[in-house]
């Protein structure tokens, strides 16, 4: 069965801290995974990494992919309150590229 | 362009009521989502739709309908409403397939199911 574990599922950090969060994944024929970030409402997405792109950066956020250990993670350098959000990890399954099996997210509180 | 809407916005059901929720895109997209969001469980797919006409069940359809009519639009049905039900739904929508591109969101409906 076709699986995303995200870890950890909560955490709590000050202004200026760097978070790293962990997304590991089971399934076969690997397409692509994806992050998104969740404020108050609807998900909005942050990377695509693919076996051709494996490694993206957007200002204090990066993302990488690690094919061999199936997993990927996404950094924040100086946290900022409005980084304050759930972070959705999510793969295409096995023989289906029309949908995406999302984890179960990382919830980040980041406090003044 | 308002992207993917969705009404209504909340809703309080009695058990054994029906409703249906309404998803719209105006980015001509083919493909459409129904997920629904629980604490601690994260997204789950209700159905999908990979073209006008077209729906697929996908991790969560019981109890569940859906309609593609028309190419900007999704309806989710609930014929009978549960308390197990009491979620909160989002649609939403993209071009190609999950696996090429992101997929955008809707705002979300919470519907609690008395």
């Given amino acids: 069965e076709d699986k995303v574990v995200q870890s950890p599922l909560s955490l709590v950090v000050h202004e200026g801290d760097t978070v790293t969060l ?6 076969t024929n690997f397409r692509s995974l994806l992050w998104y970030k969740q404020e108050k409402k609807a998900p909005t997405f942050l ?3 693919t076996s051709s792109g494996i490694e993206k950066k957007s200002g204090r956020l990066s ?30 399954p096995q023989g289906g590229s029309e949908k995406l099996v999302f984890g179960k997210g990382t919830k980040l509180t980041v406090n003044p | 362009n308002a992207g993917v809407t969705q009404t209504p916005k909340f809703r309080v059901l009695k058990t054994g009521q029906s409703m249906t929720l309404l998803c719209a895109q105006d980015m001509n997209h083919e493909y459409m989502y129904w997920y629904r969001q629980d604490p601690g469980m994260g997204l789950r797919l209700i159905h999908y739709s990979v073209g006008e006409g077209t729906t697929a069940k996908g991790e969560v359809p019981d109890g569940y309908n859906v309609s593609r009519l028309k ?7 609930l014929e009978s409403a549960a308390p197990s039900q009491t979620s909160v739904y989002f649609c939403a929508s993209s071009y190609e397939g999950a696996a090429q591109e992101t997929q955008y969101f809707g705002p979300g409906t919470r519907l609690l199911v008395l």
Avoid: H
Wanted: charged share 15%; glycine share 4%; net charge negative.
């Fill in chain 1, 22 to 27: 962990n997304c590991s994944y089971e399934v």
């Fill in chain 2, 71 to 77: 190419k900007q639009n999704f309806l989710l049905g």
């Fill in chain 1, 63 to 92: 993302s990488i992919l690690d094919k061999k250990e199936l997993s990927s993670i996404l950094n924040i350098t100086a946290t900022q309150t409005g980084d304050s959000a759930i972070y959705l990890c999510a793969v295409p």
């Fill in chain 1, 47 to 49: 990377f695509m990494l």
